[in-house]
């Protein structure tokens, strides 16, 4: 029971988005700068991704406080043991990660751009716990969370290697996140009912319900548009052209929404892998081919 509390709590689409736009950071530094060494990405990967469970598990220990969030069957003294070891496995997580950061401290690894970008790291991850736990906050968990997920990991892996920014790693970074926000709002319209009935403030709710629909499918249409730019603009049709073989997922994403817009029923299960594709594709697209180059 415990393990599948902590299991439910772990969003694995959260955290492959993560990894994947993680290793896209270091893809890029290897086909424009070049690195010496897996190590220090490897302990960068550890590090973001304990950092991040660790406050997943933090989030699911103040949950458990409500006893409308325990599972079926879970007594009292089952959750507080759950929570003792959520508790202890958190701080655990953050006592490896902490262990790496003084590690990079040790071998000068550190950089003033670094220091800041970890500082920012620190400062969302404050925030998007508190976005899970306070109401004022929580209509604005989405936009913490893509900074969180799609933002940092690949100027995380960027920076531990390089002390300048490509202009193409921010256009990278803007472009995939309208389409990381789809593939949230879909979750968030797909709980729509939910949320409503038991007064969820999410930003879905505060949007309605067609307008969360229209932005869905924009986000899709402009994740593309992005794209097309930065390869006309940055002449980086290499890399980013197979980004383009997604492109019929994200018109049967739209298509599949303007369907559950006109009252159709909805086929969630086939927008929830459309999207995540639309999403997860190009990021492994794109970082194959700064590896392989």
Same mark, same amino acid.
């Given at each position: 029971m415990i393990a599948r509390t902590i299991f439910n709590a772990l969003k694995p689409f959260k955290l492959i988005s993560l990894m994947m736009t993680y290793l896209m950071g270091a893809g890029l530094v290897k086909y424009f700068r070049g690195f010496s060494g897996w190590s220090v990405l490897i302990?960068?990967?550890?590090?973001?991704?304990?950092?991040?469970?660790?406050?997943?598990?933090?989030?699911?220990?103040?949950?458990?406080?409500e006893p409308k969030r325990w599972l079926k069957a879970m007594g009292l003294?089952?959750?507080?043991?759950?929570?003792?070891?959520?508790?202890?496995l958190s701080a655990t997580l953050l006592t490896v990660a902490t262990s790496i950061l003084i590690s990079w401290m040790k071998v000068t690894i550190l950089w003033h751009g670094l220091v800041f970008l970890l500082f920012v790291l620190f400062a969302v991850g404050t925030l998007y716990y508190l976005a899970q736990t306070n109401k004022y906050l929580k209509p604005y968990a989405l936009l913490i969370e893509v900074v969180l997920f799609v933002v940092i990991p690949p100027l995380l892996a960027y920076f531990l290697y390089s002390d300048d920014l490509h202009p193409f790693l921010t256009l990278v970074v803007i472009s995939l996140t309208p389409a990381y926000l789809a593939n949230r709002l879909l979750h968030l319209l797909e709980s729509f009912g939910h949320d409503q009935k038991y007064e969820v403030d999410t930003i879905v709710i505060r949007m309605g319900w067609e307008k969360a629909l229209f932005f869905h499918n924009a986000l899709i249409l402009l994740t593309y548009f992005l794209m097309a730019l930065i390869s006309v603009l940055?002449?980086?049709?290499? $890399?980013?052209?197979?980004?383009? !073989?997604?492109?019929? *997922?994200?018109? @049967?994403? $739209?298509?599949?929404?303007?369907? !559950?817009?006109?009252? *159709?029923?909805? @086929?969630?299960?086939a927008m929830r892998v459309a999207s995540a594709c639309v999403f997860l594709l190009p990021i492994y697209f794109i970082g194959f081919s700064l590896w392989v180059h």
């Open positions: 302990q960068g990967g550890f590090f973001l991704l304990f950092f991040v469970v660790s406050l997943e598990l933090l989030c699911l220990l103040h949950s458990l406080q003294e089952e959750v507080r043991l759950t929570r003792v070891v959520i508790a202890t940055g002449a980086y049709w290499l $890399i980013i052209w197979p980004v383009f !073989l997604t492109l019929p *997922l994200g018109l @049967l994403e $739209i298509w599949l929404m303007e369907r !559950l817009r006109r009252g *159709l029923k909805p @086929l969630w299960w």
